[in-house]
């Protein structure tokens, strides 16, 4: 069964940064997606940056392009989200999800197939 797990959430001061982890388990999939998304109260789930399981190739949201980074570990078993420069309007719950396919990015929600738990990020002073 597939495993996903987010850690690394938390409080942090505008400005400041968080690097989010996403294990990934259970699967053995040639191709997929990993994506980072993130859902504040009151709004819908949005996509934030994916990567290509295969390749290892990024994509960004815009509001996050500049300031946000996806990696994964020379293993792929985890990968990782670098938040800098980060905003109260970066507040949110964050996600992990794995996309049963790679032929072109995504950072549609409904297009993944598995969820991790979220992590708690909030940005305040």
């Known amino acids: 069964q597939v495993q996903l797990v987010e850690s690394g959430g938390g409080l942090v001061q505008p400005g400041g940064s968080l690097r989010l982890s996403c294990a990934a388990s259970?699967?053995?999939?040639?191709?997929?997606?990993i994506g980072w998304f993130r859902q504040a109260p009151g709004k819908e789930r949005e996509g934030v940056s994916c990567?290509?399981?295969?390749?290892?190739?990024?994509y960004y949201a815009d509001s996050v392009k500049g300031r946000f980074t996806i990696s994964r570990d020379n293993a792929k078993t985890t990968v990782y989200l670098q938040m800098n420069s980060l905003k109260p309007e970066d507040t949110a719950v964050y996600y992990c999800?794995?996309?049963?396919?790679?032929?072109?990015?995504?950072?549609?929600?409904?297009?993944?197939?598995?969820w991790g738990q979220g992590t708690q990020v909030t940005v305040s002073s």
């Open positions: 999800a794995l996309r049963r396919a790679n032929w072109y990015y995504s950072l549609r929600a409904n297009d993944y197939d598995y």
């Open positions: 990567t290509n399981g295969t390749d290892g190739s990024t």
């Open positions: 259970g699967f053995t999939l040639d191709y997929y997606t």
